[in-house]
């Protein structure tokens, strides 16, 4: 039976009022699980140390389908020490954002006996140059608070304080786990090491192949033309690798799990010449292997 042309139009018209935002993230199109690879913390004195053999977690944020997103969105869950930006907009004429001087969010799992929980997040989890809670509270005020599947009150009249913390960290941890990005580049020979370079495309291959989608790889350090190597080139593309950010669609509410890849949204911030990419080693002193 064919449709007539009106309920046609109807059938792809979504209403987002007539949505339950609890039950459906409404304030982005695309979900992004993001990952750093970084070669120290400068808190190594600290026993603040990175994993071996894997990325670790960046964060967990919604974007519109155009980039852009929200930050901030709820400053009564304001827990980042040092708020990044400063304000709701990240311009002057947005709402300041209060730095935060209670007790760090790491001491908000222990009483809901998520001790496992933050065990996993001191070790794959882990900020550069601040300590852990400080960056999963930045992670935590910026984007968990501008999910609609967190708010408090999603949770009912039986919600427990900082109930809200401990799902936003457990739902970004299932992503990751899920998203092992040092083995599906190892799967293709490509490890991490201070002597061979890499090409950009053989390493999105290697972890579309994988991911069924191609994630956007972001690099920093030297532009390619900077480089010796690039001297004469129009490749103004950055060399050293150090991020991933996969973007998907959920299913109903992000907690669940119940996801589906798609295609980065931009291209990589990294060269795209033939061996113009470091993907380094992890410094000496860096690695926790235990």
């Given amino acids: 039976?064919?449709?007539?042309?009106t309920a046609a139009a109807l059938a792809l018209v979504a209403t987002v009022s007539a949505v339950d935002s609890c039950c459906v993230e409404t304030y982005g199109g695309l979900l992004l699980q993001t990952q750093f690879w970084d070669v120290n913390t400068g808190l190594e004195d600290e026993g603040q140390l990175l994993p071996a053999n894997s990325w670790t977690i960046h964060g967990l944020w919604p974007d519109y389908c155009n980039g852009s997103y929200t930050q901030y969105c709820d400053l009564s869950r304001q827990y980042d020490p040092s708020p990044s930006p400063n304000t709701t907009t990240g311009t002057p004429s947005g709402t300041p954002v209060p730095p935060y001087n209670g007790s760090n969010i790491g001491t908000f799992l222990p009483p809901l006996g998520r001790y496992d929980l933050l065990a996993y997040m001191n070790k794959y989890w882990?900020?550069?140059?601040?300590?852990?809670p400080d960056f999963w509270a930045h992670e935590f005020s910026k984007h968990a608070t501008c999910f609609?599947?967190?708010?408090i009150p999603c949770y009912g009249p039986k919600y427990t304080p900082h109930e809200d913390v401990v799902d936003f960290f457990e739902t970004v941890v299932k992503y990751f786990m899920r998203l092992p990005t040092?083995?599906?580049l190892a799967s293709s020979n490509i490890l991490p090491s201070n002597s061979t370079s890499y090409t950009l495309a053989d390493m999105e291959s290697a972890l579309r192949q994988q991911y069924l989608a191609t994630p956007y790889l972001g690099c920093s350090g030297p532009r390619y033309n900077e480089?010796?190597?690039g001297a004469n080139s129009t490749d103004g593309g950055r060399t050293v690798l150090t991020e991933v950010w996969y973007y998907f669609h959920a299913f109903g509410r992000p907690q669940d799990g119940r996801s589906v890849p798609v295609e980065r949204s931009g291209s990589s911030s990294c060269a795209t010449s033939k061996g113009a990419i470091r993907y380094y080693e992890r410094?000496?002193?860096?690695v926790a292997y235990h």
Avoid at 1 to 5: G, I, V
Avoid at 148 to 151: P, V
Avoid at 283 to 286: E, K, Q, R, V
């Fill in 1 to 5: 039976m064919k449709l007539s042309t």
């Fill in 227 to 229: 480089t010796t190597a």
């Fill in 283 to 286: 410094a000496n002193g860096s």
């Fill in 148 to 151: 609609s599947t967190f708010d």
């Fill in 182 to 184: 040092w083995s599906w």
């Fill in 126 to 132: 882990i900020s550069q140059g601040s300590p852990n």
